[in-house]
């Protein structure tokens, strides 16, 4: 069986899960297969679901989407904005 889920990246993978029998049987290979994808697998014991996650130090900044049509105009004119006008932060 396999379900979808969301990983750190914000990526759609195919998670599979497998029953303590099939992790008993092949807790190596799979354990091999976990951390070569980076892709967890979830045990289902009596309805209940456990999460076998590789822990895995990624460069956040890869994570990043390019929208190079999110600012409409110069960006170099976002530096100068002044706020003071617009918000009070006089919290007394």
């Not at 979808?4 to 497998?18: G, H, L, N, Q």
């Not at 029953?19 to 008993?24: G, I, K």
């Not at 956040?60 to 530096?79: A, E, H, M, T, Y």
Request: charged fraction near 25%; include cysteine; hydrophobic fraction near 35%.
């Amino acid at each position: 069986m396999s379900r979808m889920c969301s990983t750190y990246a914000r990526k759609e993978v195919v998670m599979k899960t497998v029953t303590p029998t099939e992790l008993r049987s092949n807790i190596y290979n799979l354990l091999d297969e976990i951390l070569n994808s980076g892709v967890p697998i979830e045990i289902n014991k009596g309805g209940r679901l456990l999460r076998i996650v590789p822990v895995i130090k990624t460069n956040k900044l890869q994570n990043l989407v390019s929208r190079p049509n999110v600012i409409k105009g110069n960006p170099d004119d976002l530096v100068n904005i002044s706020w003071e006008k617009e918000i009070n932060l006089d919290l007394h």
